[in-house]
């Protein structure tokens, strides 16, 4: 059963635990597939999505409904996406001047991305692969807006309340987004779409 955002709020001062089990049960889908358009690899997003719903549960006395149960879930998933990738990024830094550091080194090791994405058919992966990879490029933000709007489907006004800016903002953060992944794909679509 699934419950309006005041009716949670009143349970999960009554019972947290019970609460916290309807909060899952109702939006695991949903941080999930958050966290895995962030990190793009599967097993990344459900370490993720452990972490987010550890923080909910932590912070659920918090919880006053100033925003919808499903913003305040993005805005911790799009927080512990990132804070993930920050530290990945940085163990593989350690990892590389660390292989640096020793003298019988001569290659440095280099990532692939895992790119897999359930919502992607098998003949579509291509094609995906290089919209994602274009999507990386984007500015931290344009991505953000870009794939909170276009690919989670929330609405201008959600996306303004999860990056904490103004829907005029997550407007021009999609103009620019859509006008620079034209950019990065025209010629990839030229090449191939003959």
Known sequence: MQLDDQSFIQLAHKNKDRAFNQLVEAYAGLVFNACLNTVRN???AE?????VFTAAYLSLEKFEGKSKLSTWLYSIALNKS???LRNKTRKKRSGVLTVLEKEDSHMVPTGTINFDHPG????N?????VFFAAIDKLAENQRVAYTLHKIDGISYAEVAEIMETSV???ESLMFRAKKRLRELLSDYY???ER
Do not use: G, W, Y
């Not at 992966?125 to 692969?129: C, L, S």
């Open 168 to 170: 005029s903002s997550v």
């Open 47 to 51: 370490d993720v999505v452990q972490e």
């Open 190 to 192: 030229e090449k191939n």
């Open 120 to 123: 992607v058919q098998l003949e």
């Open 42 to 44: 599967r097993e990344d």
């Open 82 to 84: 990132k804070e993930f």
């Open 125 to 129: 992966k291509e094609r995906a692969a």
